[in-house]
């Protein structure tokens, strides 16, 4: 049996609801989000682009499969903290590695379960993307209220440098194709994606000066998801223009996108809710075709600064209808603000990687 003790959530805008705590005991905060995937849990909840962000997971029973450490998107768990309605402490998957509870624990993060999370979900859409404070050893509500009130805001924070690797890597294959990849957070199924189609892929810090990325003499070059807000990355657009001015295929994700629609002068903002899920529907303007899509991000291109001598939209978000991919004619180069990689799925825009590797045999 394990202890029932007692956690609260407390909300910068003072709502504040109890539950039982989960994982390691203690206080932690962050912009509170929240994913509608059924399936994935540990894939989002070591993905870097939800770095000091608390996860509310709107799918009721978490943990019931357990983990395996296959499925790590990154080397630690990068959520701040973990809001659940139902968790299992016991799991059922003769392939996993052990519970989610232990996991949590390790890993020490502070969570929360018993809380009715499609209420929460219902109360962001209304009142926009807040911040938040789990504890289970503080049970004064107004403290935790002036916490959750004064925690770092997500807009206007670079959070790219605190997840990136520290040193270079090379990840070889096979095949002939070099690919310079920056670790802005980067998941380990884009490298898996990559070097699957014959790619061998060096990963470069967030800060690595551009002349010593194209010394490795790369064919392409991929800027990868990520935290925080890009606007303050003026390091990360001399890299991009570095890359555009290469003359070779250029192919962003996520942040990536981002950072390559600001490099051409597009604006990207915040967003009142962010899209986070395995379910949001994009339309490829090129085909016509609908893609079921892998979602996570909180800010994204203003469709009214894009300028169409620059670049068209290629994607668009059934949804609300913004920005979910571009197509440069400046140079040799696309993005996409989902997540064509997507663990454990959908698979409907894997072939944008096929894309990127014709870009690169032309």
């Given amino acids: 049996m394990y202890p029932k003790k007692r956690a609260w959530l407390a909300l910068s805008d003072g709502t504040v609801v109890e539950g039982l705590s989960i994982g390691r005991q203690g206080t932690t905060g ?33 943990g019931n499969y357990g983990v395996s450490s296959r499925d790590d998107e990154h080397r630690k768990v990068m959520v701040a903290g973990v809001i659940v309605r139902a968790f299992s402490w016991e799991y059922s998957n003769p392939a996993a590695d052990g519970s989610l509870q232990a996991y949590l624990q390790r890993q020490g993060v502070v969570g929360i379960t018993g809380v009715d999370t499609r209420a929460l979900v219902r109360h962001i859409r209304q009142k926009g993307v807040m911040n938040a404070v789990i504890s289970s050893e503080i049970d004064d509500r107004d403290e935790l209220v002036r916490m959750a009130r004064e925690w770092a805001d997500m807009d206007g924070l670079e959070l790219a440098s605190k997840v990136t690797r520290e040193e270079a890597q090379t990840i070889a294959s096979d095949g002939p194709y070099r690919v310079a990849a920056l670790d802005y957070g980067i998941k380990q199924n884009i490298i898996r994606n990559l070097t699957d189609r014959g790619c061998s892929v060096r990963l470069f810090p967030a800060k690595t000066p551009f002349a010593e990325i194209a010394a490795w003499n790369p064919d392409g070059y991929f800027f990868s998801n990520g935290p925080g807000d890009p606007n303050p ?54 085909t016509g075709l609908v893609e079921i899509t892998t979602q996570n991000h909180g800010f994204a291109v203003d469709p009214d600064s894009v300028d169409p001598g620059k670049a068209s939209v290629s994607h668009l978000n059934l949804n609300d209808g913004t920005v979910e991919g571009l197509r440069f004619t400046t140079f040799k180069g696309f993005s996409v603000q989902y997540h064509p990689e997507a663990s454990p799925g959908p698979h409907d825009s894997r072939y944008l990687f096929d894309h990127f590797l014709d870009l690169i045999r032309a």
């Fill in 30 to 62: 962050g912009e509170l989000c929240f994913n509608t995937s059924m399936t994935g849990y540990q894939e989002i909840f070591t993905d870097p682009s939800y770095y000091g962000q608390l996860m509310m997971m709107t799918y009721p029973h978490i």
């Fill in 233 to 286: 990355m003026d390091y990360a657009l001399e890299t991009v223009n570095g890359a555009k001015a290469s003359g070779k295929p250029v192919f962003g994700i996520c942040l990536g996108h981002q950072l390559l629609a600001l490099s051409e002068g597009f604006a990207v903002k915040k967003m009142f809710v962010g899209h986070r899920g395995a379910n949001h529907p994009v339309k490829n303007l090129e």
